[in-house]
C-alpha cells in the first residue's frame, strides 16, 4: 500500500524526497481539497489549545471560509494491518485540548472493532483513504451499451392538391415540366409575381420529412399531407393554379445500430466514510460524497494542486 501511495504521489505532485508517510498525509490534504476547493486546507501544522502550554502535531488542518468549521485529520499510511485503538486514544487527547468542531482519522487501511468503538464514543470520524483498485467498479457503471434503429428516409413523391382556381400564367414564366430540381421550379403570386423557388417553400416541411419515424406496421415507407401556411400558385403550361398543400410518400431505409462504450480510465485513490458520528458537523463536501461507494480520485485531480512551503494546498500556477 505504502509503495502505490508513492508512486500517486510522485506521479501526480512531484517526485520529492519525503517518507512516505508525508506523501500519504499531502495527499490526503489535496483530496480534501479536490472534495471542497472553498475549504482552507493545510498540511502539517502545529497547534496550541487556548491557555495550554502543549503544542501538537496536527497532519491535516481544514477551515471553512470564514475560518470556522475546524477540522483536525490524523493520517495513518499503514501497509496492510489495521489502525488499533491507540492511534485513536493519542490523537483524541490531542482534540481534547485543541477543541476543534471535528476530529478525523484517516487510514488506507480498516479500524479494530477497539478503534470503532472508542471513534463512536469520542465522535471521531474513520475514513479510508486508498488507491483505486479494479474491485472499485462495483457498484459503478463500466459498460454502456446503446442500440438503435435509423431511419433513412429517401426521396419523396409528392402530389399537389390545387384548389381550384385557374388563371393565364405570365410570359415570362416557365413550364414546371421537365425540370428536375427545386431550386429551378418557381411560385407564384395571385397577380403573378414570382415569389421563390420550390425549395425555399418546401424547406419547412423537409425538416419535418427528417425528424418522421415509420409506424410499425409500415416501417418500409412514411406518407402523409401537408397543408402550406397559405395557397400559392404554380406554373402549368399555359396557366396557374392555385395549391393549398401536397400528400407525399417516401421510402424508408433503416439501419440497426450499435455502440458499446467500456471504461478503461481508472482512478487514482477512493475516499470512504466508514464511521461517521451522527452528530458530525462535517462541511457536506466531506460527508455525503465519501458515502458507501466513497469518492474516486483521478490523476488529473490531483495534478492541479500543490503543497506550498508553508503547507497551505494551492492551485498550479
Known sequence: M???????????????????????????????KILDDSQHVVHDVKLRGEGKEALHQIDVLIDGPSGHRRVLVECKDYGSESVGIDVIRDFNGALVQLQPVHGMVVAPTRFT???????????ITLVQLRPFTDAD??????????????????????????TGKVRPAPTAAADAAGRVSVHEIYYYDASGRRRGT???????????????????????????????????????????????????TAPVTSIDAALHVTASRIADLILRTLQLPASTTLPRALTTDSGSLGSVIFHEQLARWRVSDDGVITPRP
Open 198 to 248: 420550390l425549395h425555399e417553400l418546401l424547406a419547412p416541411w423537409r425538416g419535418e420529412l427528417s425528424r418522421t419515424i415509420p409506424s410499425s406496421d409500415c416501417a418500409d415507407h412514411i406518407s402523409g399531407d401537408h397543408q402550406l401556411q397559405n395557397p400559392v400558385w404554380l406554373v402549368s403550361d399555359p396557366h396557374l393554379i392555385e395549391v393549398a398543400g401536397f400528400t407525399w
Open 2 to 32: 505504502t509503495e502505490r501511495i508513492e508512486q500517486i504521489y510522485d506521479r501526480a505532485i512531484a517526485e520529492e524526497k519525503l517518507k512516505s508517510g508525508t506523501k500519504y498525509e499531502r495527499l490526503t490534504a489535496i483530496v480534501f
Open 113 to 123: 472493532a477497539g478503534a470503532c468503538a472508542y471513534a463512536r464514543d469520542e465522535g
Open 137 to 162: 467498479w462495483t457498484g459503478r457503471v463500466r459498460h454502456v451499451a446503446v442500440t438503435a434503429t435509423v431511419h433513412i428516409p429517401g426521396e419523396p413523391t409528392t402530389t399537389w392538391t390545387p
